[in-house]
């Protein structure tokens, strides 16, 4: 489904609903024109705020079935996704029972027993719902068509009000009549009855609707709040005055009045049924609460500069038997308003009864809280039919309040929860900077997500205490159940980013495993080599370098190695740790520095790789220089030795060369960042760049992915799919494939990544006999993307100094003619040989390879994936 079918239009429905025919003219009459319309602008800019930091979770990643759930949990951890679950399905299953007491209301002369005939119908939707789901959504449309029919009637009535032809009311003074079978006249032996003769005196009939010519809006504009029992404000009601039913005041009606704007979630419930989740969640929700927001602000106004405010304050009509205040002001006929709104109301609480199971059938599948298991199971058809009797009991819980001003605050505090924890997940998100934290809905800041966790928080406050208070501890309680007794679930989730930078608990808790992909951030262990004459690094653009891949906010260690005895040279080693503490706070780096005494440096580096950091904050990628004398066998061994041991501790590698022209933290370039992706190495190709973009270094410059095919390939589908990977992976960059002969390259597509040790296997399916399977025992590893996007990499072969030199030369022939001008250059490290003696030949291979460029970054990855589609 699109736009329009699949959210604009089902998110409309579930806004629009029973308190704007029921309650919206009794807020406008009771608070006045001023005050309702702040309790209406704070509900609406509340969901628009919540609306807004829900379609950036939406689009940060691929949205699958389960829509709203899905995407908290996901963003909140199973703790808080259980937690916000539960308390969503229970709003969802409460909203049922407003909408069928809102039907029941509607027809209220007529049916006045409330739980009986509530009960009734609510069994007949829940029937409906249990036959089948396709049934509700025959329905769907119709129902909706009946509440854009009532709301045109009601500006069509505005336009044709006719005070000469509509309802009259009958005042004693200010204070309103009920109406009967009498005549409003001082003669009537009915009031005569009832009243005085100075009373009668004061008895008056009048139009109910004068239009908006009569300048009623300025009567109306100020606030007249009534204590249960009063006709008007600090006066008792007699006779058959209609009196306050309950006691108002902003907060009570506001209280009452939120849930009309809750129902923004209705598009994502559906987002397994959508064509392209992450366009038409935040377009149909957004569209849907600013024009729901637009019709109930406007319908404020006019009400109150048309309606006389004696019948504004009557909650359940005067005029016509069983019709509402507003279905006076509707155009034909008020019987309109009773029929359209009443099965409006009906269509909404079908909905509610049908997407409440799906909820808690979505919940108790996740296996979270293990006392839904029962829960998890479908019918043969796929219904949730365990779920719906349980949503049925619950319903039925609020139809025996029997009172829906009582049931509609219950449901304002657990929509306002939800709407709290989609707020407090944007703002984590974006405070804790997480490089898988990549919406794609650009009107998104994290400043309007505190606002609207604030605003949330005060409503809480503003609507009862007692009631948010309540809400919290059955949040409290699941949240520790789940901790306690529930499945563990690893989502890589906000909080869980946040855990990584805590002190004490926070590392006992990363002990418990990896940390998920979408957690992934670079841990940098920079190893600084040291100038002969001094303590100083001699490359101080490393640390500089370092701190422009701090955008992903890891860790960072300045790590380096004093040749010697620790004995003897324990106090050179704390100056050169002062000295790397200074280079780093002049870089603004905020990490840690660590220097060893060792006798042999190379098996000092290897020893700082192995022991450097604790728990979940050790280092995951080193960071060292390509040294400028590489052919001399002391840097050539040394840079060889490093790679082994962080490879053999499943650690990524950077390692950037020329880093003398790598710029200052000073600088500001406008270029292009190009990535020769030639392996798939976990994504940390593709991210590092990424995160490049990020500091103010290099934010000017435009991402640039180059991958290569062989002309027999079909290039024109190989670049549609590289620009649906980058797309899915949020990352906007050009996209081009480079065509190179047969000769040149060998090339294969797999549906699947392939782990180094099916090397075999993959070289035989290239069908290269046995000597030349020894000569290729070395090479790029060949590994693919997942199944989601099998992709054309290459195996280069540089075993044997002739054809090893051949494709390096090629390569690289085709890398500057792409790449001269660009800013940096990001290349696939290829895998080290697997004998000692091919080393020298190894580093060979590479320098021919990135010969002719200014600024290399050559990369590994650690064997992790380390970027993800998932939101």
């Known amino acids: 489904m699109g736009t329009l079918i699949g959210v604009y239009l089902p998110t409309l429905q579930n806004i629009f609903g029973v308190l704007l025919f029921l309650r919206l003219t009794w807020i406008v009459g009771s608070a006045g024109v001023l005050q309702a319309f ?36 996901r963003s909140l951890g199973p703790e808080f996704g259980g937690a916000v679950g539960i308390l969503f399905y229970l709003a969802t299953t409460f909203a049922a029972s407003m909408y069928i007491l ?43 068509a009946c509440v854009i029919v009532s709301i045109i009637s009601i500006y069509i009535g505005v336009i044709v009000a006719n005070p000469d032809i509509g309802p009259r009311i009958c005042l004693i003074g200010d204070k309103l009549l009920m109406s009967g079978n009498y005549t409003c006249s001082p003669n009537s032996t009915f009031l005569s009855d009832l009243y005085n003769a100075s009373e009668l005196a004061l008895l008056r009939e009048i139009p109910g609707i004068p239009g908006i010519a009569s300048g009623i809006f300025t009567e109306n504009a100020l606030s007249k709040y009534m204590s249960k029992g009063e006709t008007t404000p600090g006066v008792k009601a007699v006779g058959n005055q209609v009196a306050a039913d309950i006691t108002t005041s902003f907060t009570v009606l506001i209280a009452i009045f939120f849930p009309s704007v809750t129902g923004i979630m209705a598009g994502s419930n559906r987002s397994g049924d959508l064509d392209d989740a992450q366009k038409s969640i935040p377009k149909g929700t957004i569209a849907a609460i600013v024009t729901t927001s637009l019709v109930y602000l406007t319908c404020v106004l006019l009400m109150g500069a048309t309606i006389e405010g004696p019948l504004l304050r009557d909650k359940f009509g005067t005029s016509l038997k069983g019709s509402l205040v507003l279905g006076e002001l509707c155009w034909p006929h008020p019987w309109v308003m009773l029929i359209g709104s009443f099965l409006s109301t009906v269509g909404a609480g079908l909905q509610s009864l049908t997407g409440a199971p799906r909820l808690l059938q979505a919940i108790a599948s996740d296996s979270i809280i293990p006392i839904l298991d029962f829960f998890k199971v479908t019918s043969k058809s796929g219904e949730p039919t365990r779920a719906l009797i349980l949503t049925f009991f619950i319903a039925e819980i609020g139809i025996i309040i ?53 605003l949330c928080i005060a409503m809480m406050i503003i609507t009862g205490w007692y009631y948010a208070l309540g809400a919290l501890a059955i949040a409290c309680i699941i949240y520790k159940y789940i901790e306690y007794s529930g499945a563990r679930k690893e989502w890589g989730d906000g909080l869980r980013g946040l855990a990584m930078q805590t002190a004490r608990h926070s590392l006992l808790h990363l002990e418990d495993g990896p940390p998920h992909t979408k957690n992934w951030r670079p841990q940098l262990l920079v190893l600084a080599k040291l100038n002969k004459h001094s303590e100083n690094p001699l490359h101080q653009r490393m640390l500089s370098f370092a701190s422009q891949l701090k955008k992903g906010k890891g860790l960072t260690i300045a790590a380096s190695v004093v040749e010697g005895d620790v004995t003897n040279n324990a106090a050179q080693a704390d100056e050169v740790r002062e000295t790397l503490k200074g280079c780093m706070s002049e870089e603004k780096i905020k990490g840690f520095t660590d220097v060893i005494v060792s006798k042999d440096v190379v098996q000092g580096l290897c020893d700082l790789i192995q022991s450097c950091g604790m728990g979940g904050l050790k280092p995951n990628t080193v960071v060292l220089n390509w040294p400028d004398n590489w052919p001399s066998k002391s840097s050539w061994r040394l840079l060889v030795r490093v790679i082994r041991t962080a490879l053999a501790k499943k650690m990524a590698i950077v390692i950037p060369k020329n880093i003398s022209l790598f710029p200052e933290r000073s600088d500001r370039l406008n270029g292009n960042i190009d990535i020769w992706w030639i392996v798939h190495d976990g994504g940390l190709l593709m991210l590092l760049p990424f995160l490049f973009k990020q500091h103010k270094v290099w934010r000017n410059c435009r991402l640039r992915i180059f991958t290569v095919a062989q002309m027999k390939d079909n290039s024109i589908k190989l670049e549609q799919d590289m620009k649906k990977l980058v797309y899915d992976l949020r990352i906007d960059a050009y996209v081009e494939v480079v065509e190179m002969t047969d000769n040149d390259i060998s090339a294969y597509t797999y549906e699947r990544t392939l782990r180094m040790e099916q090397r075999n296997e993959v070289l035989n399916k290239m069908k290269l006999s046995r000597k030349e399977q020894d000569k290729c025992a070395v090479g790029i590893n060949c590994m693919t993307w997942t199944s989601h996007f099998p992709i054309l990499l290459i195996t280069l072969c540089f075993e044997g100094n002739l054809r090893r030199m051949d494709a390096a030369v090629k390569l690289n022939r085709v890398i500057v003619e792409k790449s001269t001008d660009a800013e940096a250059v990001f290349i696939n490290l290829p895998v080290l040989p697997s004998s000692d003696s091919e080393d020298r030949n190894y580093l060979e291979f590479i320098s021919v390879l990135t010969d002719k460029l200014s600024r290399v970054v050559m990369v590994a990855g650690g064997g992790a994936e380390v970027i993800t589609f998932l939101s």
Request: aromatic fraction near 14%.
């Open 38 to 73: 702040l309790v209406v602008a704070l509900s609406c800019c509340t969901t628009l705020l919540t609306a807004i930091s829900m379609s950036a979770i939406a689009t940060n990643g691929k949205v699958p079935a389960g829509g709203s759930y899905f995407m908290i949990s």
């Open 102 to 144: 809102g039907a029941i209301e509607i027809l209220l002369e007529m049916f006045n027993n409330m739980r009986v005939y509530g009960t009734i119908l609510l069994l007949i939707l829940s029937l409906i719902v249990f036959i089948g789901v396709q049934y509700v959504n025959k329905f769907a449309s119709f129902f909706l």
């Open 402 to 454: 029997a009172s829906l001003d009582s049931v509609a605050p219950i449901i304002t505090i657990f929509f306002l929860m939800c709407y709290s924890f989609v707020n407090l997940a944007c703002t984590l998100q974006s405070l804790l900077k997480a490089p898988s934290w990549r919406p794609r809905f650009r009107y998104f800041h994290w400043t309007g997500s505190l606002i609207g966790l604030g």
